[in-house]
């Protein structure tokens, strides 16, 4: 168990922070667009066209040919060979004239293309021309403007494209100026694609080195054009207005000249800002707008600023510093400073603004692969940042996000190579009101109606609270307490929510303290005032419960009084102070309306503590993945008083806390803990006072990624070195590997690139999963490790004076040099082999070392080191003599081998002749004897059996109940001669059998007892015979309650699978049920089955006695059991015994009694076979029991004892053999005698070999015990073959067959054309059952049936005729029963059993009868369905009837004294459930009645 628990734990991987649907593209995102149709993307080979839930709609190829004659590009089919592709610059989609813009650059030469909106795959117009720049991954923009000119509209392209000293011209078409305006209409002046005239073309100024341009967008008539300028102080953020509303018809040359600009000025990051992302705010006035700033020019340290970009008139045109339209040299410089700064966060990249009501919502991107949602009030404050979604690796946000522009519910987010689409909001995640409302969520409205967490969109027509329009509150509720006179205090709570469409008309407020004069509630504050009241000093509770539609909540308040919190002032004191609802004045605590009660001010004051201010000087690590760190190392000064340290953002959002342990004043150890986002925290120690000292920084990044092994295999020794490959490798802890869970291994070497650990060691070759261990997680490597083989080294020579050469078999190991270490080992003592080269072919790898400090390469043995494994090889003998030697004596050896192995084989050819001669004979015999008796079979078994031997109702039933419990058995019966007495219940039986009577307490009883883990299945099957017994005097409530526990079973989710109800007996009503029918099918049993089974039993019976049986094993040669066949019998011979019984003690004898008996049968098997014939013939058992008999063979005048074993039993070994006819030679006609033991004793003392506890191991019979061939007989060793005795299988079902069918049909008929009333009504009950549940499916009904009756009771009564009859099943009987019982069974079943060669004989057996059945089965289940219903009274009188007719059969008081054994060991459970379950407490007073009542009879045995 701990080891499966370890592998789960490492297993265990790490989820995406919020699950987004994805869609992944076949290379790099290059640009994307979305409409409210859908989404356009383009990668560097393809053009994506998806719909809005990101299902891909159709994907266009951007290969073509270029044309040679002229510079052209045709794209071309998917298929179909091309010569270049199109690097998509502009992808703009023109909604209003549904089409979308594609251009790009093919070869250097621009080609642009007008596509349908709604098929991408349609061209409706192309053209050679260049748009954007002719490289990619440049600054550039292109977004759709509208002019207005005399009332009429006209839409344009503004292209804007970066320019620098390596900006690339293109070689085939111009592009005047960095903007441009181009046509997108033909009906536009120059036609489509014609951009602005030479008299208006936008240049650069002479002094500017570089422009990249960021973002475009336009607001009303102004278009805004935001860049960063490189000059020679450095880079400038420039925001540039365009106006594109003019009375001249000359429209694009006026927009161009109405160029005005500021420059934005990055506040704490100064003139080396640089702008990488910006959003307009939309819906303010004045136009606000957000943009992400690099404060080092780096991309690391990145700030969201909030501008106000109105446009400034006062501002000249064409007079900018950085840009011109025309040669003009004036310029003036306006600067415009950010209003707020929204954020800091590290690697942002990309942000979107939206507008919820008069909340400001940001969704961020970041460069190391995150979403962040950013909430600003009307304020412009702040809330903590969510982490929306977090990339485990450091994929990189696309610079634009956009938003579902139907339902403003998702977020399109690109990465390198896919396309995610993030909820803006998990609403649905929070489960109360008071959960939402912490979510500080305003798209987030609790919906009164539908009592879930919602969007206010989805929550029509009803009541809904959201969180208020500002941040000044921590919680949903806050309370002040006011004393303006003398023993009185005044409470004021009020509710921090926003409410609509209406304020609520039932707003009331309830305290649980009498409040004297207290004005009314009014939303959203309630008051109450307590008159000659005194405040305990540990306060006084107060609880306070609100009304609001129809939610309520109960606030529990401590009421202090606020003069008496004192101490010395402190941040701890003053927030302690203003969480018990009191002011803070003066360093004081007071009243709340004496004091300030905004804990804004518990941050500005300084601690008055006696603490020395600690100073921190370094943390290591300091740069960690969020899954954080465990022991890590913070330094500095005066840390003795430190009790924890603290980690925080700019904004004081959600602070972790960690404790600290081994502070030694200058130095301590704390855990980093796991966070949500990545980015740089602060990090300060808290002294006692929660003050927080310090600030030092900790970079929080991505997860390692593994992306490469090497070497990628290791030996099974382990100790190689391996190498991890991939990226933030550096955070690694230790390794694991997944065939040896518990072992870590520590890491050698740390990179980022790559860390170092030796592998372990494993049993057998495999392949291992690499764990890489980060903090206290655990993440998988992206490709196992290899175990093989240990390296084989064959031999080892010296070649020269110093040198050594080793061979070893080659492998795929790939072993290096420097992994092999070697030393030669020279009297004791080791000296070292240098590694020099190693050489390969197909079989060997050979190595060469040189011995260091020894002057000659002789040694006694090489020691090799490989990792954690050593070799030891001795070097090459080279005696030559021994060679020749050797080679002289092969042949000489080969000669004599040779002329042996002639004669031996000869030997072995006769003696093999003669044994297969003497084996096809015994083989021809066996099968002409099998052949004989499958066509002489007449199936003249006995029909005329006698007397059926009927158990009674009560001890057939007991059996049922509890078939492997004796104990249970007789407790629960009644003796004999009590059946008449009815037995009065003591009080406590009485007590419980009301309780029990209880539906509600019965079904909460059964459930509580079945979730227990320890209540196992034994235990359900004894709870359900015990409330049987306990219940048969009511039939009618023990089948409500069944029924009820059918249908909770079928709920269950263990139970979507309808198809596996009832197939197993997992649960008490599964047991109850094959009880309840055994009751009610009691009668049908007795009066029609029962004869047709024991005709059955009795026919297999005589079947088998037929033939020999073995004594020992009981196998037989007529069976139906292939696993139960005696393939292994000698030859038999039947023989007819006379056989004479002792009628007096004088010596008279009977007449004589004809006995059939086989020649190999023992002497307990004749007696058996004549107590069966003397029963047979005249009804009636013989008056003494087998083995008070002796039985002696009569030979003239003189008699012969025969026995089981005596001195002339033949012997094998140790085993003895039990005598048989044929061992006393006893012959046909022969005549038997059969005494008692008592007046005849026996030669010898000893028993009956069978009580022997070795009987088995000591005695055989017709098997050959496992001796030496040689010990046996000749005729014991002819060989016998299973298969060929197969046949008796056949002929053994052909004796029986039409026992079967009989019993078949008498089963699934029906008598008089109805079914027992049992079976009818509980079919009806699973129909209703299906029919509620929406079941349509006939085949689950079918299994249901089938699961119920046929395998629930029949199969049991087939397998099990004692539960039935007075009589012993053997092992063998039982074997065959098996075997008839799955051919009934495979007559219910609706699969249809493929049959091959490999199939059990006891499914070939029935195969052909099986089809026909199953119809039979069909048409039984469609004649019962047919029926009309059965009358609930009518079913009724028939379970009264059956209880009033087995009235008193049954102990009920000792049922339920063990019935009450199960409720006393789970007695609080059941007193649990009965809690959850909201019984009445008239019902929990009857139990505990009970429990009194049982409790006061402990000192008395339950007997």
Sequence with gaps: MLLLCALCALWSTVPHRTAGKAFSLDGHTQHFAVTRDGLYVSTEQNLYQLRSDLSLVRRVSLRGLVLSSEPKFVRVPDGTAGNGTLMVNVLLPFTSNNTLVLCGVVNDCGHCEVLSLQDVSTVIYTETILLGPVTKHTESVAFLVTEVTNGRNNTYILAATEQSPKSRKSECTIQQGILNLFNTEDSQEGGIFSFSLPSAIFHLRDNIEQVGFVDGFQVDSFIYLFSNVKSSPGNVVRLTWLEAKHTSHVLKVYTLKSLRGATLSTGSSGSGGKLLASSMIPGTVPLRWAGVFSVDGTGANTELLMFDISPDRSVEQNKDPHFKVDDTSKTSLKTVRPQKTLLKQSHMSSVLALKHGAWSLFFIGTADGQLIKLVVDKHYQSACPKVLYRANDDQEVFPKLHVDEVEHKHVYVAFTNQIMRIPVSKCSTYKTLRDCWSAQDPQCVWCISRQRCTFQSECQNSSWVSIPEDFQEENIFSFKAESKASAQITIIVQIHVTVGPTKPHNFACQFSQPCERSPPPSYPQCICVLHNIQLPAQGLDVAVKMRMWKEEWLEKLNLRNCSEITGPPSPALCRECITAGCGWSSDSCSWANEGSTNKSVCQKMESQMNYEKPVISSVSPNVVSFFGKNHALLKGHNLKHVTRVRIHTDLNCSPLESPVWDNTGESLTFHIPSTENKGVVQVCVVLPDNSCHGNAKITYGSLPSCTDIKPSNTWLSGGRTITLVGSNMEFVDAVVHSHSPLKTLAVRFRKPQNVTYTCPAAGSPLSSIVLLKVANQTLNCSRPITYLPDPVFISTKAWDHTSIIIEKKADKLGILLEELSMWAVVKGQNYSCLMKANKSNNDTDSYT???????????????????????????????????????????????????????????????????????????????????????????????????????????????????????????????????????QLDGCCQSLSKLIRDQFFLTSMVHTLEEQKNFSIKDKCVLASLLTVALHSDLSYLTEVMEVLLKDLMQQSSNTQPKLLLRRTESTVEKLLTNWMSICLYGFLREGVGQQLFLLVSALSQQISKGPVDCVTEKALYTLSEDWLLWQAQDFQPLKLEVLFEVSSDGEMSEALEVAVLSCDTVDQVKEKILATFRTKFGFPYNSPLRELCIEYVRGNSSLRLEEVDLSSERLGDVTMLNTMKHYKIPDGATIKVLSRKTHAPLSQQGSVKDDQDFSGKYFHLIDPDIVEDLKNPERKKLKLKEVHLTKLLSTKVAVHSFVEKLFRCIWGLQSNRAPLAVKHFFDFLDVQAEDRKISDPDVLHIWKTNSLPLRFWVNILKNPQFVFDLEKSPHLDGCLSVIAQAFMDSFSLSDTQLGKHTPTNKLLYAKEIPKYKQEVKMYYKQIQDQPSIPDADFTAFLQKESKKHENEFNEAGALKELYKFIQRYFPEIQEKLEQNGAPSELKEHLHHVKKQFDELKSCSWN
């Design 849 to 983: 070392c040189e011995i260091k400090n020894r002057a000659s390469a002789n040694f006694e043995q090489l020691m090799i080191q490989v990792g954690d494994m050593t070799v030891m090889l001795k070097p090459k003998s080279s005696n030559l003599l021994l060679i020749l030697l050797v080679l002289l004596l092969i042949p000489c050896i080969f000669i004599v081998l040779l002329i042996v192995y002639k004669k031996k084989q000869n030997q072995l050819t006769n003696r093999m002749n003669s044994l297969m001669e003497n084996l096809e004979m015994d083989i021809r015999n066996d099968i002409r004897q099998g052949f004989i008796d499958l066509q002489t079979e007449n199936a003249d078994l006995l029909e005329n059996v006698g007397t059926i031997p009927f158990l009674d109702y009560k001890h057939f039933a007991s059996r049922i109940f509890f078939p492997e419990s004796e104990a249970l058995m007789k407790a629960c019966v009644n003796d004999i001669g009590q059946d008449g007495v009815i037995v």
